[in-house]
Structures are given as C-alpha cells and as structure tokens.
C-alpha cells in the first residue's frame, strides 16, 4: 500500500504539470490523429492537374528521355511515381528551387498527349495537410522549427512526468476505479471516472508517444553526440564519404528502365510495395537512386513508406538501413520508435486505432483541465460556502476552451477553405496558416470575453459549424458539376463522412455544454447564472448573491 503522503505529492505533480504541458498536448493530440489520414485530406484538398492520363510504367523510360530534352533542368534529378493518383498524377515530376528544409520553390509534371505530344503542368499540392501535421510536430507553437521542436521536447518530458505520477495515484483504487464508470448527476466523479479509464486503457500508447516525441525533438543533438563519439570528423562527413564513393560503372552506361528497377526489387524484396523511385545525379554526374515504398508487415522510417537506396543502372538495392523487414539490427531498433510513433506499421487496424487514441488523448488532456477546475470548486464551496470562483480559476477555464475548441475550429475551417482557395490565391500555406491562426486567436478571446460557460457552447457551435464546412464544400462542388467535387474517390468520401460525424458530435457536444451551463451550480465558472464578484479576490469569506 502507498503511503498517503506520496499519493498527494503525486498528485500535486500530475494536476500543475497536466495544467502547464495540457492544452499544448491538446493541439499535438488532436492533429496527430488527423495526420493518420494526411494521404486522403491531401486527395481532398488538393485541386486536379490539368495533365493527360499518366503514361504506361512501360513507357516512363520514353517520357523521362522527353522530359529532359525539353526541361535540361531536371538533370540533376527526377521522380518515376510507380503509383499515380489525385496526390501524384504525373508519372514523372521534379523539383524547381528550394532547400530539403523548406521544400522545392515549384513541382512540375510531364504526360503524353493523345498525339505523343509532350505536356508540363506545374502540380499544386494543396499544403493544407502540412500544415496540420507542423501543428502535431510543435505543438501549435508558431514557431521556426529548431526553436518549436526543443519546446516540444521539455513538453513532452512534463508530459512523461504526468504519466507516471498519473499511474501512481491511481495505484490503490486501480481494481476498484477501472471498470467503474459512475454515470450520474455528479458530473465532477463522471469525468474523473472517464479520464482514469482513458488514462489506464491507453497508457502504453501514451508512453510510446511521449518516449518518441523525445527523441524527435532532441534527435539532430542525438546526432551530434553520436557524431562526435563514432565516426570521425561527425556522422555528416561519414554520409558524404559513403555518398560519393567512385561508382563501378562505365561512363555513359544507360539507366535501366523504371519497370526493369521495379520487377528487380520485387525479386529482392517480396510484400515491399513500390510508390515511387527517385533519381538524383551527384556532383561528379553520377546517378543514385532512392526508392519509397510501403510493406505493412513492417514498421517503416517515413510517416507513410519505408525508404532503400538502389542502383538505378540495374535495379539492385544498394543500402538496406531503412528498407522493411530487411534492416540491420540497430538502425531496425531506431525505426521501431519512429513506427510506433507513425503508426504505420499492421495496416489500415492499426491506423484507424491510432486515430482513436489521439482522439482519446486530446480529450484526456481536455477533462484533467476540467476536472481540477471542479475539484478546486468543491472545495472552496464545502470550505466558504457559494461564492464565485478566483481570478485563476477563471483564467484556466477560458484557455482551456479557447486553446482547444480555437484549434478544431482553426484547422477545420483552414481545410474547408483548400477547395475555395485554389486558383485564386497565391501563397496557399501562408494564407491556410493565417486562417488558422486567426481563428484560434479568435477563438482565445472569444472565450475570455464571454467566459468559459458562454463561450465553451458558442465555441462548440463553431467547431461543429467549421467541420460541417468541410463536406458541405464537397457537396457544393457536386452541385456545380464541372467544378467538383475534386478526386472524387474513396478516400476523399472518408474524409467528408468522419467531417459529419465530427460535426454531429461537436453539436451534441454544444448543447450538452449549454444545458450544463443553464442548470449546473451557480458558483462553477461552466455556469451561466452569474454570482457578483467578490470585490477582493483574496477573499475567502462573505456573503455572495446571484445576479
């Protein structure tokens, strides 16, 4: 049995440490679980190419011989996609400008017309799903990425340290609690109920979560250690070194056919699922290759694919570090925690739960806020009797529904707007993160100047109004027939049903909110019924009266 001391001490850590890392982790949460989806919200956002339908793997060969007679530009490096869709409609694509930070200034595709005429469009890849998945990374910070992601890491370490004071305090009622949802009028006792359950159920995927979140955050000094420990002059120099090696290969040798590479790495590696190949010519003019592929009984490094070098000459893999199920032993240990963070390992299962425990983890984060502010209510009613809640208490209500519910409703109403933007503006991910932000920031000030208990139903209102936007743009493009809906297929239906689904939810949500604030204590800061504020907040005693 713990002693109840330790339990207590424990306690204050998990409730101030939930408190300062809780609506940051909110925002991480609540977009990591919509990046499991990044492939379909891509489709659905990401307007059609005007482009003939995409050559025959058997001819790409013939369209990147044309494609570099016309664009020498592509010379030093292209991309065959083996798998073409809404996401890659051109068999043959490269970059134009821009840094491996930042991304290519343009993307350009080229097809065969129906006379064997050579066509080039620039493809516009909506960058509304980046967005979101930059949320997920920095925790909504609008930061430059070295500066959010240290951030990020100290959260995420406050964020281990609630896990394991959480589990000690629910150590000596765990069988009693665990199973033991009290539905009720006590709403305080319900969601500590819920929240404990959520937080035992789903435990080990909060530890994997918070684990990897540390080590992504602090992997580039990890890398610099390890640098400077094994390999001399740093790992970057080793990685040149091993890049540039003189190739075995006689000068003007030509590259092996993109379905002769394909049918090669088929033979070398059975399940693997090639997307794209990727060829890229170094500084003394020879051509490596990378190929991006998929084997679900694997977990892979990338978020959606694993990744192998091979020898575009002849199709043979060439490096095995990242390739699933075929990887050396430590660099297969280091993948595992990107895996388990991704989620992209077991197929659409294993997706589809990630999703729901991002859900689950966002709301967690959400109830220990609300769960603390009625607790502290309790006490000081028992202690003073009615009275209205503190300055603080206030403060932390209002930031927890504006944090939160700004952040639905930001990255809904970003994504409706992807379909209405294209086209017409410009800078597409500026104008998707001023909406963003600009509706969060909203979002915050809304709810402090109409308190948590107004503004947590208006703003519910607003995330199931924002959601609802998004299969109504679907549906508007419908209507308009030639102007929509865009890639009209599977995976964008997904994304418009879990839209409505979202949106009935958050309506039902809004009026249970606006119920409990009409007919919950006057004294909670969920309440409408206003009491007069105490003339000195310091105070803890006298009279109150409803007003």
């Not at 025959?56 to 664009?71: F, G, K, N, P, T």
């Not at 809404?86 to 400008?97: F, K, L, Q, T, Y």
């Not at 530890?207 to 979140?213: E, F, G, N, P, R």
């Not at 051509?287 to 694919?305: C, E, I, K, L, S």
Request: with cysteine; hydrophobic share 45%.
């Amino acid at each position: 049995m713990i002693r109840t001391d330790i339990v207590k001490m424990y306690k204050d850590i998990h409730t101030w440490v939930g408190i300062v890392s809780g609506l940051c982790l909110f925002i991480a949460f609540y977009a990591g679980a919509l990046t499991m989806f990044e492939g379909p919200l891509q489709r659905w956002a990401s307007a059609p190419v005007d482009l003939p339908a995409p050559v025959a793997m058997d001819a790409a060969d013939e369209l990147v011989a044309a494609s570099l007679a016309e664009h020498p530009e592509m010379a030093r490096g292209w991309r065959v996609h083996v798998e073409t869709g809404p996401e890659a409609p051109a068999r043959v694509s490269w970059d134009v400008g821009g840094s491996r930070r930042t991304g290519p200034d343009a993307v350009y595709g080229t097809g065969f017309d129906g006379d064997g005429n050579l066509v080039t469009a620039e493809l516009h890849a909506s960058p509304v799903a980046q967005l979101i998945d930059t949320l997920h990374q920095q925790v909504g910070l609008p930061l430059d990425h070295e500066i959010a992601m240290p951030i990020m890491g100290g959260i995420s370490l406050l964020y281990a340290i609630a896990l394991v004071s959480g589990v000690i305090i629910i150590l000596p009622s765990l069988m009693k609690d665990m199973f033991n949802l009290r539905l009720g009028k006590n709403l305080k006792r319900m969601w500590l109920d819920v929240h404990n359950a959520l937080g035992i159920f789903s435990l080990p995927f909060h530890i994997v979560m918070a684990l990897t979140a540390v080590v992504f955050a602090f992997h580039d000094q990890i890398y610099d250690i390890q640098g400077e420990a094994f390999y001399e002059g740093g790992i970057e120099a080793q990685w040149a070194q091993d890049v540039h090696e003189d190739p075995d290969v006689a000068p003007g040798t030509p590259l092996a056919a993109p379905s002769q590479v394909v049918a090669r790495m088929g033979e070398q590696a059975p399940g693997f699922r090639v997307l794209t190949l990727q060829y890229a010519r170094d500084r003394d003019g020879y051509m490596g290759g990378r190929v991006m592929g998929q084997d679900v009984r694997h977990g892979m490094r990338a978020p959606t694919y694993g990744i192998a070098e091979f020898d575009p000459y002849t199709g043979d893999f060439t490096g095995f570090d990242y390739l699933p199920g075929q990887q050396p032993f430590w660099e297969g240990v280091v993948t595992s925690f990107f895996a388990l963070h991704f989620g992209n390992f077991g197929g659409e299962p294993v997706r589809w739960g990630y999703f729901v425990f991002g859900l689950a983890g966002a709301f967690l984060f959400y109830s220990g806020n609300l769960i603390w502010i009625e607790a502290r209510r309790k006490r000081l009613t028992k202690r003073h009797g009615e009275r209205p809640q503190p300055r603080s208490t206030r403060v932390l209500g209002a930031l927890t529904v504006g944090v939160a519910l700004g952040s639905i409703a930001g990255m809904s109403l970003t994504l409706a707007a992807a379909k209405w933007m294209a086209g017409l503006v410009d800078d597409l991910e500026a104008a998707h993160t001023w909406i963003y932000y600009l509706t969060f920031l909203a979002a915050i000030g809304w709810a402090f100047w109409r308190g948590a208990a107004h503004g947590g139903a208006d703003l519910l209102w607003l995330c199931a109004v924002t959601t609802l936007l998004i299969p109504l743009t679907s549906l508007f493009g419908w209507l308009l027939g030639d102007a929509g809906p865009w890639n009209w297929s599977g995976p964008v239906l997904l994304v418009d049903a879990v839209a409505l689904a979202g949106a009935v939810c958050f309506a039902a949500f809004a009026r249970m909110t606006r119920h409990r604030a009409l007919t919950g204590p006057a004294d909670s800061v969920w309440s409408a019924k206003a009491l007069k504020p105490l003339e000195n907040e310091g105070e803890v005693s006298g009279e109150t009266r409803p007003v």
